[in-house]
């Protein structure tokens, strides 16, 4: 991306204090990395999967003035969990990789404080998708799981080089009370995947296809008030998760 103004906009949106630590998800040629390296954060740390674009960014760090560090990794394979706790995690998210990224750094960062991603518009929708729209799935279920997400604004191809055939958008995202979060990520994340799988299908149809039985399905979902003839993309995140803890409860440790 090419445009500074938009840029700029991306890194205001992170709302930066003094007291802040700002982790960025694949700098690249370093379009946000010197407005943040410019802003009021104690700590910036880069994750970078080039060889050559860490170097570079290594380079730049040594001649800054907060603290910077470059961490050459695939952010795909990155624990996230093992961070200290209370970052701000921001970065214009390759378009293949987006999805898996945003499911793993979302939850698993520990003390999230806030996050801004630029992603492609579709994805976007995905993200923000309420129960019974087309665009609610998966993703939409456990991103709203542990955060509210915001569509901010849209950036046209233009600002690109190369430009590419889709239009992006930017996403804020401020996280949950702990307390409203998923009790059980495992167990949500199985009926996710096991749901929207077949989100053609009834639920009651796609519980017991998966080997569940039909007295603990029918149990599970008559405590929930939900209908077995319902389909996924009806069922709030709250839902699932209640609807997950019943179903897998003997698999919590």
């Known amino acids: 991306m090419q445009d500074t103004n938009i840029s ?111 992603v492609q518009k579709e994805v976007a929708l995905r993200l923000k998708a309420l129960p019974g729209s087309g665009a609610y799935g998966a993703l939409s ?39 409203a979060r998923p009790k059980s990520p495992q167990t949500l994340s199985r009926l996710l995947k096991l749901c929207f799988q077949m989100r053609r299908k009834q639920l009651g149809v796609i519980l017991r296809s998966a080997g569940l039985e039909q007295g603990v399905v029918a149990a599970a979902l008559e405590a929930e008030g939900i209908r077995s003839l319902s389909r996924p993309e009806e069922l709030s995140p709250g839902q699932f998760q209640s609807l997950a803890l019943r179903l897998f409860e003997s698999d919590i440790a």
């Open 8 to 118: 700029r906009k991306i890194v205001d949106l992170l709302h930066i204090e003094s007291s802040d630590k700002v982790m960025e998800i694949g700098p690249g040629p370093g379009m946000l990395t010197g407005l943040l390296q410019d802003s009021a954060a104690s700590r910036l740390c880069l994750v970078e999967k080039d060889e050559y674009w860490a170097a570079e960014r290594q380079k730049a760090a040594a001649a800054a003035k907060m603290p910077c560090e470059v961490i050459l990794a695939d952010a795909l394979a990155t624990p996230w969990s093992n961070f200290a706790d209370g970052w701000k995690v921001i970065g214009n998210l390759p378009y293949n990789v987006a999805s898996p990224l945003m499911w793993d750094i979302l939850s698993q960062v520990p003390g999230l404080r806030r996050a801004v991603f630029m």
């Open 141 to 179: 279920v456990w991103v709203q799981s542990y955060t509210t997400p915001r569509l901010e604004f849209t950036v046209p191809p233009q600002v690109f080089i190369p430009r590419p055939k889709v239009h992006s958008a930017v996403v804020s995202f401020a996280p949950l009370a702990e307390e």
